[in-house]
């Protein structure tokens, strides 16, 4: 019983335009994140009145939390100028030579998914992070010689969302590492009311806190769910979004109470509808949904089992009663002295 709805593939999905539009411009109109905030604040006011470039930064959490917006608010602050890329974009070293050769003193060069960038070009990364200066490699064989270069002062900002799958080397270089967490109900209420008036909406606190509960704790589908409900007043009712408008619009995108996603609720289905619940191993879980085992530890369970959905166990991940009922199925019965011993 997949529910999939226009809403929910939107909020998996990344629309740059949209991100860009609502992105805050500054540190202090960044909502929650607040001890990343405080250390990034010091780190830039260091930087300024030291006149050093800011330290390589790494950012990682889960999609949709924040680490473009740190990373693009960041230049914004220092008064520098930013160049982006992404580490899928850069297969081989030389796709690096036109962002290093364009850096200024103390400019920022973000690299979005970090983890995807081949080993070749981590490694012709390294000396440039830590002496700013590159080795370039001319002709080949015996008459290969290397060149030394060396680039103005700058700072690496690389965004994952998998942590994990980075090497050590490249991890340790970053002197600076900000894990974004999701957001609470209450910040995230903040960033709807926020963002509603960016767009020029008017919308009740109750009906800010009703979005916010069902948003997966992340600023990005807040967002989203804020444009459906906002197009929704203006063509069902007068434009302003009361409390009875948002349950309706949320109602018909098929959003459930607990703001979970079409992967979410596909977890849940595989862990519910063919594990029984649990324990079962996360590979296990993973090759009968046909995700890589990765995605889910890092993109899926993160959220699930900070809301008790699921828990972890030596022998693998159990439904919580929360996850039972989540997915309309009744908890099994934790008491039971059947039922402990298979699960543990
Ligand atoms: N702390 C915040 N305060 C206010 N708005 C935020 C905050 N964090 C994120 N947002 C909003 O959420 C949107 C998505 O955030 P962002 O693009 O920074 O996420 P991300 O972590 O880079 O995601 P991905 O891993 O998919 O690249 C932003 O455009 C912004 O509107
Ligand atoms: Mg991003």
């Known amino acids: ?28 109109e960044v909502i929650g994140q607040q001890a990343a905030v405080q250390r990034l604040s010091i780190a830039v006011n260091a930087s300024k009145k030291l006149r050093e470039p800011l330290a390589h930064i790494l950012f990682d959490g889960p999609p949709g939390l924040g680490k473009t917006t ?8 220092l008064g520098v100028s930013i160049q982006m890329t992404s580490g899928p974009a850069l297969s081989k070293p030389a796709d690096l030579l036109p962002f290093l050769t364009n850096l200024e003193e103390g400019s ?23 002496d700013f200066r590159i080795d370039i490699v001319l002709g080949d064989g015996m008459n290969a010689r290397t060149i030394s270069m060396n680039l103005k002062r700058f700072t690496l900002i ?29 910040e995230l209420a903040t960033i709807v009311r926020v963002n509603a008036q960016k767009l ?3 919308i009740s606190d109750e009906a800010a806190l009703e979005l916010a509960q069902r948003s997966r704790g992340t600023p990005r589908i807040a967002n989203n769910r804020l444009y459906w409900v906002r197009h929704f007043a203006a063509s069902e009712s007068d434009g302003i979004i009361t409390l009875p408008i948002a349950r ?7 959003v459930d109470r607990d703001g979970l996603d079409k992967q979410d609720r596909r977890y849940l289905e595989t862990l519910l509808g063919v594990f029984g619940g649990g324990p079962a191993g996360v590979e296990a879980i993973a090759a009968t949904m046909n995700l890589p085992a990765d995605t889910l530890s890092d993109e899926i369970e993160p959220y699930l089992l900070r809301e008790q959905f699921i828990v ?5 991940r159990i439904a919580t009663p929360r996850g039972f009922t989540a997915m309309g199925h009744t908890p099994r019965d934790l008491s039971s002295p059947e039922t402990l011993p298979r699960l543990f």
């Open 70 to 77: 740190f990373a693009t608010v960041l230049p914004t602050e």
């Open 200 to 202: 020029g909406t008017q």
């Open 248 to 254: 309706a619009a949320l109602e018909m995108a098929e």
């Open 108 to 130: 920022i060069l973000f690299i979005d998914e970090i983890h995807r960038m081949p080993r070749v070009v981590e490694e012709f990364i390294y000396p440039a992070m830590e």
């Open 158 to 186: 690389g965004a994952t969302t998998r942590s994990g799958m980075l090497s050590s080397p490249m991890r340790d270089r970053f002197r600076i590492h900000e894990h974004l967490d999701f957001y609470t109900v209450p």
């Open 1 to 28: 019983m997949a529910r999939e709805t226009v809403l929910t593939q939107e909020s998996a999905s990344e629309d740059p335009k949209r991100d860009a539009a609502l992105r805050p411009k500054h540190l202090r």
């Open 312 to 316: 972890r166990s030596p022998r693998g």
